[in-house]
């Protein structure tokens, strides 16, 4: 099973470090997966306007490559003006609809105001829900404080909720990996 961990954004490192934190925690639950890490900054971006994805750069259709052949996803995002980068939404606009249909994401999200993690609710789930994807219950939101200088994770309930959500993650996406292609393919 490949799960892809989308570090959903061009700027800062904290977002960098939970997901760094949470794929080892996953390969705690399941040594047997396989993880690979989408980072954002290191591609060159075009805005979606609605072409073919063949026209648009290799990275744009590397991206949407990766997305279309994981099993599940890590959805990492940094809360930027009370919502999440518009690099992330662009990703999530060059998508087609079933490509993360029924498979399994969890949200790991930072931010400098402790209210915000209400963004992960209003906003990112919503669009999460739209894809039909099976979002587990728990995701962790980390604040400012919860890390050190060199942007390690300090707050031991943290690295709790990490490892319980890395648990969840392996559950669904099993639960997701178990659907026939034919049930999915007449709805
Ligand atoms: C342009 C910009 C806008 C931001 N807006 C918010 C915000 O609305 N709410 C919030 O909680 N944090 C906001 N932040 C703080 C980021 O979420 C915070 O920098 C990030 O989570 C910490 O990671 P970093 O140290 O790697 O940048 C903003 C940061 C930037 C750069």
Redo the contacts with the bound molecule.
């Keep these: 099973m490949k799960i892809l961990l989308v570090d959903g954004?061009i700027?800062?490192?904290?977002?960098?470090?939970i997901l760094e934190q949470t794929r080892l925690y996953l390969l705690e639950a399941s040594p047997e997966v396989e993880v690979t890490i989408l980072k954002l900054a290191d591609y060159q971006h075009q805005f979606v306007d609605g072409r073919p994805l063949g026209e648009y750069n290799e990275d744009m259709q590397h991206i949407a490559r990766e997305f279309e052949e994981a099993d599940g996803y890590i959805i990492a995002s940094?809360?930027?003006?009370?919502?999440i980068p518009g690099v992330l939404k662009n990703v999530f606009d060059l998508l087609h609809p079933r490509t993360m249909r029924y498979k399994a994401v969890s949200i790991v999200?930072?931010?400098?105001?402790?209210?915000?993690h209400l963004?992960i609710e209003n906003q990112l789930k919503p669009i999460l829900d739209y894809f039909r994807c099976f979002v587990t219950p728990n995701y962790v939101y980390?604040?400012?404080s919860h890390?050190d200088e060199q942007?390690r994770i300090t707050e031991e309930d943290v690295h709790d909720r990490l490892r319980e959500l890395a648990r969840v993650f392996v559950k669904y996406m099993e639960m997701g990996c178990t659907l026939s292609k034919e049930t999915l393919d007449t709805h």
């Excluded at 700027?11 to 470090?17: L, N, R, V, Y």
Aim: aromatic share 10%.
């Design positions: 954004t700027i800062g490192q904290k977002t960098s470090a940094p809360i930027f003006q009370g919502s999200a930072n931010g400098g105001t402790y209210q915000h963004v980390t604040h400012t890390f942007n």
